[in-house]
């Protein structure tokens, strides 16, 4: 090893594993959830999971503010502006609460319309509702970690997000087992039990992320001054690269959320064994996503200190590691994927169809990774939050949505099948592009 892919290497892991580990326990979380609740039933699992993609949306939202916002606190960390990385938090801070407020307003007041996007099973609809509206209230905090954390590990400063995600998964873990089964006398309260748990543990993490960040003198203390020293050329330049970015989340989350939909029409038990393969996703793609976050960081920062070269080397270093690193965990996947569903008291109909379709996730891991880090860790990092954004929507919206509608809703193919067709159509084209792109390096737009 060169000394150049060393020094990659050295400042990698030191940003990777502490990021890798903290999506590998919010990853758990959900993972938990899915097994515990399963043990109550196809239903509660089903419903459990729909109530949860609201949840998932405003996340996604969030990093959508938040990752936009990442790109100007590299840069000026890498640029030693401090003045500019309180400004910068101040406005992400803020877009994240309002966000925050208002996914916890809709989801208050109109449960049983945002559940019906996914189902007409009254009973479904019945039980995601209750779960609903406990876990909203969660939501302000959820904003608030999410600007905490993207702040510290955006100034190299990622420990204390992992001691968070660490006492909100053990808060989770307990709690679940309190209410969800009535153990060591608490009420078994099933569906909403779950929710509660839910709603505790990210509360907990705000707090731990918060009490620390302050405690150890980290960039969280900023100076409320500074951090409303927002002037209308700042908020210009924020929107010119944010908002692409945030727009670029919540798009591509609304296609997830139609692709859920979509299963969500077919059956319940397709949304079971949906729900089922998506947690062992999150949980399967933690050291990619980690990765992913490593490289924008230190993309970010080189790119603020003007070293053009050393960002490109970085992006091509860390896209051959996620290449390496999918094909061996989709190989892992395909061939322990009985094992992993013994975890799931599911029913046979739901086992079958889940164990296919992290067959097909496990053979194409691959080919959906590469993209991810293009967009999350090289272009946005680089400045150029545009890109992803248009070809996101084009190839979710015109190709991706209307032919696996077509294949699950009309045709009627298997659940395996429709899967195979909504993953490979898009991923296939959006590599293929966004390779093009990388490859151009037009992505390279310094933004201080």
């Known amino acids: ?22 999506n590998l326990l919010f990853s ?7 097994v515990m609740v399963g043990r109550l039933g196809d239903l509660p699992l089903a419903a459990v999971g729909m109530a949860g993609k609201w949840s998932w949306f405003l996340n996604i939202v969030l990093f959508g503010c938040t990752s936009g916002a990442a790109v100007f606190i590299a840069q000026y960390f890498g640029a030693g502006d401090h003045k500019g990385i309180n400004r910068t938090y101040g406005l992400m801070s803020m877009l994240s609460l309002a966000a925050g407020l208002l996914f916890m307003a809709l989801a208050l007041l109109i449960p049983e319309t945002i559940v019906g996007m996914f189902t007409k099973d009254p009973r479904a609809i019945a039980a995601a509702s209750v779960y609903l509206r406990c876990i909203a209230l969660s939501y302000p905090f959820q904003a608030l970690a999410k600007s905490g954390a993207t702040l510290l590990q955006s100034t190299q400063r990622v420990v204390i997000p ?8 053990t808060t989770n873990i307990v709690l679940n087992a309190l209410l969800i089964f009535g153990l060591c006398g608490f009420p078994a309260l099933g569906v909403a039990g779950a929710a509660i748990a839910s709603a505790v543990a990210v509360i907990v993490n705000a707090t731990v992320i918060y009490t620390l960040g302050f405690a150890k003198k980290t960039m969280l203390r900023a ?29 591509w989350a609304l296609s997830i959320l139609v692709y859920s939909a979509i ?19 999150d949980l399967s793609c933690v050291a990619v996503f980690g990765m992913c976050s490593a490289c924008a960081v230190m993309i970010g920062s080189f790119v603020g ?9 970085c992006a091509r270093y860390h896209i051959v590691l996620v290449t390496a690193m999918s094909v061996v965990i ?25 164990m296919a379709v992290l067959m097909i996730y496990g053979a194409e891991m691959a080919l959906r990774n590469i993209p991810l880090m293009l967009v999350v860790g090289t272009f946005r990092a680089g400045g150029d939050t545009k890109y992803g954004l248009i070809v996101d929507a084009f190839s979710a919206y015109l190709i991706g949505i209307p032919v696996t509608a077509f294949a699950g809703l009309v045709l009627h193919l298997s659940v395996p099948a429709t899967y195979a067709i909504m993953y490979c ?24």
């Open 330 to 354: 989709g190989g892992c996947l395909l061939l322990f994927r009985g094992a992993i569903m013994s975890l799931f008291g599911v029913s046979d109909v739901v086992r079958a169809d889940s």
């Open 263 to 281: 299963f969500g029409h077919m059956s319940t038990e397709a949304y079971a064994a949906i729900t089922v393969v998506k947690s062992i996703e």
């Open 305 to 313: 200190q003007g070293k053009y070269d050393q960002a490109k080397a």
């Open 425 to 448: 159509v898009e991923d296939g084209l959006k590599t293929i592009i966004y390779g093009r792109h990388f490859f151009s390096n037009k992505w390279i737009k310094p933004v201080v």
């Open 1 to 22: 090893m060169n000394k150049k892919n060393y020094n990659f290497t050295k400042t990698m892991l030191s940003i990777a594993i502490p990021l890798t580990l903290q």
């Open 223 to 251: 100076p409320i001054k500074e951090m409303l020293d927002i002037s209308r050329g700042f908020v210009r330049d924020y929107v010119r690269i944010g908002a692409p970015a945030m727009f670029n989340e919540t798009i």
């Open 162 to 169: 992992f001691i968070g995600a660490a006492c909100s998964v």
């Open 28 to 34: 758990s979380f959900t993972l938990i959830d899915t």
